[in-house]
């Protein structure tokens, strides 16, 4: 048993195999092959070569984004002094002033102005922080929680947060008065609600630096600023799909979104501009195509929206001549806008296209392969076809095995394989030489 599987090993183990063409004269065979081999043909000159075209060098974008917003909101709080009546241009709702690819625009806010470093009741929303007597601030002095605005001084006074009427807390030292984030509840509607009315202007300047272009998406449409400053962008009018002013409603709009649903806690929209050119036609068909997204979408009920506080400060010189530093401090919700760039361009080139007739042609060896495997194993004539595809040669040095079979004419030992019995041939052959 192990001596008979010991030959078996030697024997695969001095074989060769060398392929030899069979040619079959055959309609059927010769249909499929050939549909297989149009298949072929035209998966590469169709779809690789022209649709894909496999014909060009390709180069990937590379962008400066820069923005300018313009707008006013006035807004008449003169309820809420914190507020007040005020005009807000872009200087206040633009923060910061210029960021790259992107920009935020403040829709409300709750401000605390006029804050100075002094002592004042802390939030009394705190946890821990409502007390009866100076004795339990007395245990917390010198500590601070991690929503706190300073560290606690000993004292335990009254809130000066109107909803806490009467309610006594301890006592900070720090940026007074505190926040007083209730009053985004008594606002009816966002501070800056006509936001959507602004208009953003988007410059962009691009380069595809392996062909040499540079383009902008700002064209000699326009003669003159007033003109470009007059245009708003609209997707369905066939020059203002280039104008770079868009209306913030109109980004909200076409991204499926009611702006009104981002401007009182805010959220998070995507402009993206895509220049994808064929530079094998006119460089003024190299334009870009815009198109917009909410990037914050659910139906969030846990922390809703985008929001943020900064200060501006500022000192005032005292009666006694010595100089205090104050600051207004702005929660600010808002849209923050991402700018993404992207695109290709292509050119034609002979480097991708010999690349590709020759992966192509490489590729017409799969017809062989898969016209093998049909006539081999499929059509009705298959044990024929492999009758005379598979020839068995024993060569005339084959003694070990030949002398085993000589020996015993019942073991077959030799590869399980049909073949043309060429056997005995071989084994003259080989005893001619011998
Ligand atoms: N968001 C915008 N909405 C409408 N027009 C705009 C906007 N941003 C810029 N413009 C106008 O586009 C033109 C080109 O703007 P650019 O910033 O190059 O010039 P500018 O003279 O510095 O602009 P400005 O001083 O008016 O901000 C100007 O007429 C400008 O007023």
Known sequence: MTSSVIRSAVSVFFEYDTPRIAHIRSKKVGLINRLIQLAIIGYIIGFVIVYRKGYQDTDKVQSSVTTKLKGIVFSNYSDIPSIGVRTWDVADYVVPPQESNAFFVMTNVVPTPAQTQKTCPEDPTIDGIQCDSDAYCESLKGTS?????????????????????????????????????????????????????????????????????????????YKNDSELSSCRWNRDHPKDKFCPIFVLDDIARDAGVNFNDLNFQGGVMQIVITWNCNLDHSINDCVPSYSFRRLDKGDFKIS??????????????????????????????????????????????????????????????????????????????????????????????????????????????TPNRKSTSTESGSASIANQVR
Request: proline share 5%; net charge positive; with cysteine.
């Open 304 to 413: 809703k929206g985008f929001n943020f506080r900064y200060a501006n400060q500022f000192g005032v010189v005292q009666p006694d001549g010595s100089f205090k530093l104050y600051r207004d401090l702005y929660k600010a919700y808002g849209v923050r806008f991402l700018v993404t760039v992207q695109g290709t361009a292509g050119k034609f080139s002979i480097v991708p296209l010999l690349l590709n007739v020759a992966s192509g042609l490489a590729l017409l060896s799969v017809a062989t392969i898969i016209c093998d495997i049909v006539v081999l194993y499929f059509l009705k004539a298959r044990h024929f076809y492999r009758e005379k595809k598979y020839l068995d040669i024993k060569g005339p040095d084959a003694f070990e095995v030949l002398k085993e079979e000589s020996e015993h004419p019942d073991n077959d030992n």
């Open 145 to 221: 929680s991690m929503k706190g605005n300073g560290p606690i001084t000993g004292k335990c006074v009254d809130s000066d947060f109107p909803k806490f009427n009467g309610t006594k807390v301890c006592q900070i030292y720090g940026w007074c008065p505190v926040e007083n984030d209730d009053l985004l509840e008594s606002l009816k509607k966002p501070v800056l609600q006509n936001a959507s009315n602004f208009t953003v202007f988007i410059k962009n300047n691009i380069e595809f630096p392996k062909f040499g272009v540079s383009r902008r998406n700002i064209f000699g449409t």
